[in-house]
Every structure is written in structure tokens, then in C-alpha cells.
């Protein structure tokens, strides 16, 4: 999967929260999961000249667009091989000096995780200083659209957010400096409404009282690196990254419309249509709520690059300005 270009404005954050780390207090981070987020931040960590492995099921090469000889010294997050269904493990010499970890592996499909069940006995032998996991609001389930937050109870409904909810405990079982890191729908350059829109796919569909979440990539790269610049004594355990403003999905998808000044197709009311949706788009639409990101904002100072899908969406047009 291909890195989302770094935009202006997200680089800038980046370079601001990068320069509160201190890269001689790294030994190497490890970002398991080479996916849209973990690829997006094991190559803002290493532009910044933090070691930084990533893991991918394939063999990859380096990004030849971060040849050091030609970006003047800047390197790419070195590619490892980790695919527990083929019994394919980083080696211990791979693993070597690792200090930081990034978990965004979700569980396979019997519901265990991969990471812990492959690599958690090796992990907790090692000096990790942080071990980051990205699990789901998912894990709240249906509220009827009222706001929770990191105290609210977790009561998942659907057999993916119970699968993720399990993981979360198992990994807080072990013992590790770890943070859990709950995400709503993850978007950004590549991730928008606007290609379903210029080729007639978008569906505008509305449900009474139906809001969803979201966060934007490069708000979860900096709240993350925000966290690690943080004393390790004042990193919440669990801690929601989501923007400022849950809303319909016909209000995101009438904003990128008019962004691009395309016509909008029909309106559909989702119980006319909810039989002719897939299983997997009906369960997004099975649940109702409002994630709030007030520990991460208010409590911890971080600001929001997108405090809503329109900062974001207007970025995603124009990712390189």
C-alpha cells in the first residue's frame, strides 16, 4: 500500500512535534503494520532521522524516493518481513536495539492478534520504553448517538470490536509500557469520497439521527508523536484520537461534492436500501455515536491539524501544497 503524500501543513506539525523528541533517546522503533497509518508514520519518524523498521506481509525495498544520496541524508524506515500465517518472523537481529513499538496489526480472522501471539514473548523480554496499539471506538458499541469518552463503559457489539476489545486485554496483561490508542474511520489523501464521486459510485444515503466519527492520518501521526514527547508518567493508558465534529455522512459527502463542483446523486433512505447493502457496510451503519477527543486536546495540549472533515478534505486535494 502506498504512503499518503506529506502535505505542507502536515509536514510542518510533523517537523514541530518530531523536534520535541530527542532522537538519541531512541534505540529503533518498530512499526508493525506497513498499512495507510503505520507507513505514514514510521516515514515521518525516519525523515527525521529516528532508526525506524517497518513491517510488511511482502518483501518490499526501501522507498527510492528517500535514497539518502539524493534527499541529502534523509533516510526511509527500513522494510522487514513479518507474516505469522506463513511463519515468516523478524529475526532477533532485526529486533535488536528496538526501544519503541507500533501496533496497528489488527486480529486475524479467529479473533487473536498476531503480534502478541507470534512476537509478545519476545517483546516483554525486551527494554521497550512504549509500545503503541491501535485498537477502535468500535469498542463502545451502539449509544444511540450520545458522546462517550475514555471512562465510558465498553460494550461492543459487533464481533470485530469484541475481537479488538479481548486484544486490548491481552496485551494490557503482559506487563509492557503500553498505551491503547481507540480510532474512528481513518481518512486522508487517497481516502475520500472524492474518486466514488467523479465516477458515479458515491451513494448519498441518509438514517435518521446517524452520525460517524472520524480522524484524519496525519492527526493519528502527530497525536502519536505528540505522546511520545510526553514524560512517560503523564501518557494516559487509553486515550481517543477522533477530530471535533461526528456528522451525517450525507454532510461529508455534500461538502466533498461541492469541493470538486460535481452534482450529488440521489438521496436514499437507508432503510429502503439497507438490504442491498454488503453485510460489512450495514454494520458500520449499525452503530450510533459521538467519540470525544477532549483528553487528547484539552487535557494533553495537542491541536488538531483538521479539527473536521473540511480542513481535511480541502488537504486531501491538494496533498503536496
Not at 463502545?140 to 479481548?166: F, I, K, N, Q
Not at 469520497?193 to 459510485?201: A, E, I, Y
Request: hydrophobic residues 40%; aromatic residues 6%; glycine residues 10%.
Amino acid at each position: 500500500m502506498t504512503t499518503p503524500p506529506v502535505n505542507s501543513r502536515a509536514a510542518a506539525a510533523a517537523t514541530e512535534a518530531v523536534s520535541e523528541l530527542a532522537p538519541e533517546a531512541f534505540g529503533r522503533v518498530l512499526v508493525l503494520g506497513g498499512g495507510y497509518t503505520g507507513s505514514r508514520f514510521a516515514t515521518v519518524l525516519a525523515r527525521h532521522g529516528i532508526a525506524t523498521s517497518v513491517s510488511h506481509r511482502q518483501p518490499r525495498e526501501p522507498d527510492p524516493d528517500l535514497d539518502p544520496e539524493a534527499t541529502g541524508g534523509v533516510t526511509a524506515p527500513h522494510p522487514l518481513r513479518f507474516d505469522p500465517a506463513n511463519g515468516i518472523l523478524p529475526s532477533a537481529r532485526e529486533l535488536a536495539g528496538v526501544t519503541h513499538v507500533l501496533v496497528t496489526i489488527p486480529p486475524d480472522g479467529s479473533g487473536l492478534d498476531p503480534v502478541l501471539d507470534q512476537l509478545g514473548d519476545q517483546l516483554a523480554a525486551m527494554p521497550l520504553q512504549w509500545l503503541g496499539y491501535l485498537s477502535t471506538t468500535g469498542v463502545y458499541g451502539d449509544t444511540g448517538g450520545a458522546w462517550v469518552d475514555e471512562t465510558a463503559a465498553t460494550v461492543p457489539g459487533l464481533e470485530r470490536s469484541r475481537a479488538r476489545l479481548a486484544c486490548e486485554r491481552a496485551w494490557r496483561s503482559r506487563g509492557l509500557p503500553l498505551q491503547v490508542f481507540r480510532l474512528p474511520a481513518i481518512y486522508g489523501p487517497g481516502r475520500t469520497p472524492f474518486n466514488d464521486l467523479r465516477q458515479g459510485r458515491a451513494r448519498l444515503i441518509h438514517k435518521h439521527g446517524q452520525v460517524f466519527c472520524r480522524i484524519h492520518v496525519d492527526d493519528i501521526v502527530g497525536a502519536l508523536l505528540h505522546n511520545l514527547a510526553l514524560p512517560a508518567a503523564t501518557r494516559p493508558e487509553t486515550l481517543i484520537l477522533a477530530d471535533e465534529y461526528p456528522c451525517p455522512s450525507s454532510e461529508t459527502l455534500g461538502y466533498a461534492a461541492h469541493l470538486l463542483g460535481c452534482k450529488l446523486p440521489g438521496l436514499q433512505e437507508y432503510d429502503q436500501i439497507a438490504a442491498t447493502m454488503s453485510p460489512m457496510a450495514r454494520s458500520f451503519w449499525s452503530e450510533n455515536r459521538r467519540v470525544s477527543s477532549a483528553l487528547l486536546r484539552q487535557g494533553l495540549g495537542y491541536r488538531l491539524r483538521y479539527p473536521s472533515f473540511r480542513e481535511g478534505y480541502r488537504a486531501s486535494l491538494n496533498p503536496t501544497a
